[in-house]
């Protein structure tokens, strides 16, 4: 199997990059907001975990939402221990690029997440978004309990039921209780904060989630 082709296909665990045991340092404060971007959180704040391609534009989305305490960029949904970006890229862990959302439920419901979620990236790409390609750049949906699971579902079929109407695929999001999230570099963490011509390959459908 070529890199090109592993790349768009998660590998198995014979062939997924072995890891380290090490977890990357960070800085455990927000570049914006100033709030941690690690547990422990307060008791009244929920996370959430989202995969919608490249997570530089991704996490400002979410970091701009009213209710959004902090937010953070890592890697989920794969087989390799604490990976590196360079590894990342390889195909050869199996992980998505995700964002880490800390919310506060009572100005911001997880519906909410949902909508935006849905509404700024295309989740009918399989692996990839926009010119992105490969499996780290795959929608995903990765709750935190029971109740944003079956919240996660209802929204997938309401969605698709929307982007159906208007001409578009089937969306192809995975939906999963959250794996284990690893941290990704410092210079990762708030990119287009620090960059703010910094690249964002996002780009919704234009289809509203009502």
Known sequence: ???SSKKLTLPTVEQALPG????????????VTGQPIAPPIAEHLQQASFGLGC?????????????????A??????????????????????????VLVIFDPAICAYRDLLA????????????????????????????????????????????????TKA????????????PVFYYAEAYHQQYLAKNPNGYCGLGGLGVAMV
């Open 55 to 71: 997570f530089w534009g991704a996490e400002r989305k979410f970091w701009q939402h009213s209710g959004v305490v902090s937010t």
């Open 167 to 178: 001409g578009f695929a089937l969306i192809t999001t995975e939906i999963m209780a959250a």
């Open 73 to 98: 960029v890592g890697y989920c949904g794969g087989i390799t221990p604490n990976p590196t970006y360079e590894e990342v890229c390889t195909g050869l862990t199996g992980h998505n690029e995700v």
């Open 20 to 31: 380290r045991q090490i977890a990357m340092s960070i800085n455990n404060q927000h570049f």
């Open 116 to 163: 935006l979620f849905w509404t700024v990236h295309n989740p009918t790409q399989g692996m990839g978004q926009g010119n992105d390609r490969g499996t780290q750049y795959r929608s995903g949906i990765y709750t935190h309990s029971d109740q944003q699971f079956l919240e996660a579902q209802a929204s997938k079929i309401h969605y698709q039921q929307a982007l």
């Open 1 to 3: 199997m070529n890199l």
